[in-house]
């Protein structure tokens, strides 16, 4: 099975941040890598898939790069409505894995 | 708008047995692969299992293999996901999952609001 790492697995930032996060495979997915957001109680919401499209809808300060083994999401300017919890999923092959999580908070 | 409702979670003995559904509006159903995803109680996500569109190939995660199976009713635009041997390990919220088009290689486009499974005596 493809292993999904994620760092970090929690941050604090400030409205108006730049932030990034990590996800790594444990062998190439070639871009086959979404990531998605959860708010608390609430389903997860597809933001980017195929490492770097972002679905339609998603506000274009998310973005996503990376292939084979590492992946970025990145957020250009945080808002509030962007404290969630973000996940990494692959879909090269299954069973298709999740990684555990990062957490993004209020500074 | 796509819309998945699932129904039939609850409260269940170790060793039970439940029937989730899913049903979807809002789109063709029968041309979609479809997915079920789990998260227990504080805890990230797992994939469970997937069926494609004509309800052929059906995957599993390891965990549940032998216990659940995926099933689906293209006439009534209905996902199922049958879930014997039950656990506490079971415990969690089911999503049921539109994949655009197919699971493997696309992604999980759209969500359901969840049903929770508790496994307890």
């Known amino acids: 099975d493809i292993q999904l790492t994620q760092s970090p697995s929690f941050l604090s930032a400030s409205v108006g941040d730049r932030v990034t996060i990590t996800c790594r495979a444990s062998?190439?997915?070639?871009?086959?890598l979404a990531w998605y957001q959860q708010k608390l109680g609430k389903a997860p919401k597809l933001l980017i898939y195929?490492?770097?499209t972002l679905q339609s809808g998603v506000p274009s300060r998310f973005s996503g790069s990376g292939s084979g083994t590492e992946f970025t999401l990145t957020i250009s300017s945080l808002q509030p409505e962007d404290f969630a919890t973000y996940y990494c999923?692959?879909?090269?092959?299954?069973?298709?894995?999740f990684g555990p999580g990062t957490k993004v908070d209020i500074k | 708008e796509v819309q998945l409702l699932e129904s039939g979670g609850g409260l269940v003995q170790p060793g039970g047995s439940l029937r989730l559904s899913c049903a979807a509006s809002?789109?063709?159903?029968?041309?979609?692969?479809m997915s079920w995803v789990r998260q227990p109680p504080g805890k990230g996500l797992e994939w469970v299992s997937a069926?494609?569109?004509?309800?052929?190939?059906?995957y599993y995660a390891e965990s549940v293999k032998g216990r659940f199976t995926i099933s689906r009713d293209n006439s009534k635009n209905t996902l199922f996901l049958q879930m014997n041997s039950l656990g506490a390990e079971d415990t969690a919220v089911y999503y049921c999952?539109?994949?655009?088009?197919?699971?493997?290689?696309?992604?999980?486009?759209?969500w359901g609001q969840g049903t929770l499974v508790t496994v307890s005596s």
């Open positions: 999952v539109k994949c655009r088009h197919s699971c493997q290689r696309e992604n999980f486009q759209d």
């Open positions: 195929a490492a770097s």
């Open positions: 809002g789109f063709l159903f029968s041309r979609d692969s």
């Open positions: 999923q692959q879909l090269s092959s299954y069973p298709f894995t």
């Open positions: 069926i494609s569109s004509d309800g052929g190939d059906p």
């Open positions: 062998q190439g997915i070639s871009s086959y």
